[in-house]
């Protein structure tokens, strides 16, 4: 049952090597293990468990986990809240300079948003057949016509990810039904 907390636990202990050269699947790994803390964030608090970083120059700028619930806001998203505090942080709204990691492909709203403040590289981990804007269903973060493109690596650390939806979703399916 919570072996995707045993999971992401574990990842806490996932440092980068100081030595060797970091190579990118490795940090993509780091800062999504970052992202999955977010989301069990968001796990603990009844929310959907999605969680987002914002990296720049192998920095993290930003960290939120989705908000829905507590701030009664549909647009509370992970994504929405870490491109507003990563904007706040660099005092600027074009984030080209930045890459965001999230837990689960982002849905359109959010892929607008990618698309708006020209972030460049959206990592994300599960897929999103249904909903999904990074490529799942509709593929916004690079669609023809609109002013930036975004470059997309999904399904980094997706099984984790996944899991963890599947936990919180399982479980409230089993709280309606008793
Ligand atoms: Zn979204």
């Known amino acids: 049952m919570f072996t995707t907390m045993e999971i992401i ?11 060797d050269p970091i190579i990118d699947l490795q940090s993509d790994a780091y ?19 999605i969680g987002a970083v914002v990296v720049k120059g192998g920095r993290i700028i930003a960290r939120a ?12 998203h992970a994504e929405m809240l870490a491109i507003t505090q990563a904007e706040n942080a660099i005092g600027d709204w074009r984030l080209n300079e930045c890459d965001l990691y999230v837990t689960k492909e982002p849905c359109p709203m959010c892929a607008g948003a990618l698309v708006n403040s020209r972030v460049r590289r959206v990592i994300f981990g599960c897929h999103d057949p249904r909903g999904g804007a990074a490529g799942g269903s509709i593929n916004i973060l690079q669609m023809v016509g609109l002013s930036h493109r975004c470059e997309i690596t999904g399904g980094v650390m997706g099984e984790e990810s996944g899991q963890l939806l599947k936990t919180f979703f399982g479980e409230r399916r089993g709280n309606t039904e008793s």
């Open 9 to 19: 636990l574990r990842d806490e202990t996932l440092e980068p090597p100081e030595e």
């Open 31 to 49: 800062f999504m293990g970052q992202a999955l803390r977010q989301a069990l964030k968001a796990y603990e608090a009844e929310e959907v468990p």
């Open 65 to 76: 986990s989705n908000l829905v619930e507590t701030l009664k806001d549909a647009t509370a």
